[in-house]
Each structure stands twice: as C-alpha cells, then as structure tokens.
DNA sequence: AACCCGAACAACCGCAAGGAC
DNA sequence: GGTCCTTGCGGTTGTTCGGGT
C-alpha cells in the first residue's frame, strides 16, 4: 500500500513558527475544533503541513500545555516510568498532565537519557552531576529506583499502540487517597484491586455527572462543549461493564492519552505492576502541579 | 568582544495502526 | 478483503541560547 506524502512541500512554511502563525492555528481551532489535520492549513489559510500544525498545536498551542522546568516529582515519575515501559513516550506523557510526549522525549535525552548511561557505565552509586541543578537527595532517590529496576527491567515493547478508547474513572472519590489517584486510573484500580476492589467500592456514575469529571481532569468548558458528547457517550458505553473488567477490556489506563494493554494479553498482568506502588507513594497531583 | 561548545528545545521525518470507502 | 487516507508515535535533526575561555 503506497504511501502519499503527507503534503506537498513547495510552497509551504518549515522551521520555527511565528507568531502569527501561532495565533491563526490556535483561533482557527478554537473555532473549529481539532482534527483533520491535513486539510486544516489550507482551510486556515496557513502555509504549513498539516502534520506540522498538529504537532505545533500539540506540543506547543494547546491551552493545557504546562510550561516550566520538569519538576523533581516529575522528574522522578519520568524514571519509574521509563523503567516500567521504555520509550513509550505518549504514555509517559499521559501520566504527566499538562506534559508532551516531545517534552519528556527531549528531556530524557538531554537529562535523564545521559544521567542513567552514566549510571549504568560507573556501575555504582558513585555521584554523577550532569545536571547539578538538581537536588542531590532527590537525585540519589532517583538512582536507586534507576538501579532497583535494573535488577528487574520491565520494558514492555518500543512500539505504542495506539488510543482507540478514553476511559476515565466514573466517580471521584471523596476520599482524599483517592483524589490524586483520581487522574490515575492504573494506580486506582491497583487500589481498587489491593482493597479487593469492586465496582461498589466506585460506583459508577451517570453520564450527568460528566462534566464534572471532565474538569476534573483538566478540561475547560471548551473542550467540554466541544467533547462532552462524545466523552459521555463513552461514560454510559463504559457504564454498563464493571470497573475493573471495562478497564481490562478498553485496555486503556490513562486519561486522554492512554494506551492499549489489550497486546500485553498474556505478558502483561497489571497485578504485576504493583510493585511499583509497593514502596512508595506516586507523587500527587498537588506534588506534581508546579 | 569574539568564538566555541554543549544543553535544551522545537520541528521534521518515516513508519505503522486504524478507519472509511 | 483490499486500498487509501488520516492520525499518532518515536527517532532524529536543526536551531537557539547561555556559559566558558
């Protein structure tokens, strides 16, 4: 099946986006909305591949996009996480709220990438300060989770699979555990599963209370105009499988950028990846928001 | 002040999956 | 079922910027 190129490549803008530019994407999918990447430029009246403006837009433009230094929380979720799923960099990136895939890409390859190579080379705990900016405490906590799960690599597979379902827990729990692990689906259902848990433990709720959850989870009233329907329509979809079993189904354990565990099948038991909570707490959101 | 170098980040590219027809 | 199109992902390259000499 042959290939057509994205776009035609004369005429059209590369390199570094202007201002301008900047501001016809973002209003031009504030009004319409995102997706059909390929006629959007011409529909906007810019002079760039349609792959560009996705990736402009994703990486750049989109108003949750949080800006800044990674922080050590995050940083330190960055790690584990690569530890557990390698360069599945979407995935990671959806743990991060507010994170890009491009984000923490980048910042694995100038940071951490190097930080554990040299780990790794040293073969010891000896101090490396590539980035001495950081904490050396929190960097020492770093290594020795790096060295933790190099005695028990867990990198899954290279390639993601892509996002065919979005499922977010029905209910935020009250229970101020629960509230961090709210954007966690994985570590909710591990709770959920260490606690013997059930679809009683989270009642699922109706699709009216979606918009709560959705700003629950970052969206404004925006996305919630332009989503709602759509994410409540999962929400009943969903509403009529029991937790635990929609999730082991959807194969999906993130919010919005998830993932397809579906592949893992046999490999993969999500019992296994307790581990990771075994010892220490995931970073709350109040930790992990800058 | 000029130059060099490395870090950080933005952007591009090729490939593959999934959906529509 | 096959083909084509769209979208998303990960790897790589290019550019910018700041610090050191």
Known sequence: ?????????????????????????????????EGKWRSLPKRAGLKRCGKSCRLRWLNYLRPDIKRGNISGDEEELIV???????NRWSLIAGRLPGRTDNEIKNYWNTTLGK???????????????LNPSKSIAKKKDVESKTSTAAVQPLVIRTKATRLTKILVPQNIPSDENYTAAAANPL???????????????????NAGDCSNILKNFGCDDDDIDAKGDQYCNEFQLLNSIPLDEAMINDGCWTGGNGCDLEDYGASLDLDSLAFLLDSEEWPSQENVVV
């Open 80 to 86: 584990r996480l690569h530890n557990l799923l390698g």
């Open 187 to 205: 570590e909710l259902q591990t709770q959920s599963a260490e606690k013997g848990g059930s679809t009683e433990e989270f009642p699922r709720t």
């Open 115 to 129: 930080k554990s190579k040299v780990d790794s080379f040293s073969g010891s705990s000896k101090e490396t300060s």
């Open 1 to 33: 099946m042959g290939r057509s190129p994205c776009c035609s490549k004369e005429g059209l803008n590369r390199g570094a986006w202007t201002a301008l530019e900047d501001k016809i994407l973002s209003s031009y999918i504030k009004a319409h909305g």
